[in-house]
């Protein structure tokens, strides 16, 4: 069995946050100006906020996927919620259309 495995090299993908455990924040610098509108999980929200030396002001509900569109994503692997126009198989990544 471990022949075949060989057959088929696997790189290990970076886990994404699946569209369910998106949270949406108003990321502030501690002065409290230039607002910086970002999305991914919790964790990845928070961490985002200390090493840039900001904080999270608040978090959003209700943020409609088409808006969603047009904030920054800053999570680890895929972002849910890309403008997937197909998929490339020899390199097993979708291909996305960010020109919006």
């Known amino acids: ?44 929200c928070e961490e985002y906020a200390n090493t840039k030396g900001k904080w999270v002001d608040r978090y959003l509900d209700h943020v409609a ?8 994503y800053i999570g680890e692997g895929h972002d849910p919620y890309a403008k997937n126009i197909g998929f490339n198989y020899e390199t097993h990544e979708p291909i996305v259309d960010d020109s919006f």
């Open 65 to 72: 996927p088409h808006v969603a569109q047009g904030l920054k």
């Open 1 to 44: 069995m471990e022949n075949q495995l060989e057959l088929f090299p696997t790189q290990p993908k970076k886990v994404a946050g699946h569209i369910d455990q998106m949270e949406f924040a108003r990321v502030v610098k501690e002065d409290g100006g230039s607002a910086e509108y970002v999305y991914g999980t919790y964790e990845e």
